[in-house]
């Protein structure tokens, strides 16, 4: 709503999600944003040169994924073994989860390779757990460097906390980010933001103003 698009069809339904994105895109495009595409090979290049790095971030997470199954996954994946309580879940607005992992693999020569095994992204089936709430799925998950939003935590932007290791840690993480419905989101208008009051806005904004309804 920020940029004037309404949602269409069922929110995180492949297709719909798809269509919302080609929607703002284009709003973005006629607003004139200074859009910079992410450089997927100049990301990974850097990351390369600066050999100071032990994290990569795993981007397309399940939000019922659980750090044994994670863990298990990258161990398979890359022929080596990864520490238990090295995988952490990014949190957005309302400590909602992003779908966003960060994998510590305890050095950079460890990254590097972890990073070269699972370049392009590789299948992970979350779910087989007793209890899991929509049963196994299959996901494509990308491994890639961190970006500086994964660096720079910022509240109540986003947080970091250790991905739940069980269905009960799991549940209290999601009922913690349960709020009225939809999340408040990012207003990208910031300290421009024509619905202050006495207007009103509904968004988080990047100075950690939260406006609500009632212009409060």
């Known amino acids: 709503m920020v940029m004037g698009v309404a949602m269409l069809g069922n929110e995180h339904c492949g297709l719909d999600d798809s269509l919302m994105v080609l929607l703002s895109w284009q709003q973005l495009l006629k607003a004139n ?22 994290e990569l971030c795993l981007d397309g997470l399940p939000f019922f994924a659980i750090e044994p199954e994670v863990r298990k996954w990258l161990s398979e994946k890359t022929q080596r073994p990864f520490p238990e309580g090295a995988l952490s879940v990014v949190l957005g607005p309302e400590n909602r989860p992003t779908g966003r992992a ?26 087989r757990w007793e ?3 929509h049963g196994p799925k299959e996901r ?4 890639r ?30 009922q ?31 100075d950690g103003r939260i406006i609500d309804e009632s212009g409060r």
């Open 33 to 54: 944003a200074d859009i910079t595409p992410v450089d997927l090979d100049q990301e990974r290049e850097s990351f390369l040169k600066r050999a100071d790095q032990q």
């Open 102 to 127: 960060i994998a510590d693999f305890g050095s950079f020569e460890a990254a590097t390779h972890a990073l070269k095994m699972l370049d392009c992204g590789r299948a992970i089936e979350c779910g």
């Open 131 to 133: 209890g899991s709430p």
């Open 140 to 143: 494509i998950l990308l491994a």
């Open 145 to 174: 460097p961190l970006r500086r939003q994964e660096r720079e935590f910022t509240a109540p932007v986003q947080s970091l906390v250790p991905l739940p290791a069980g269905s009960q840690a799991l549940a209290a993480m999601r």
């Open 176 to 206: 913690q980010g349960k709020g009225s419905g939809k999340g408040r989101g990012i207003c990208f208008q910031g300290r421009n933001c024509v619905r202050m009051p006495p207007g009103s806005c509904r968004f988080t904004h990047p």
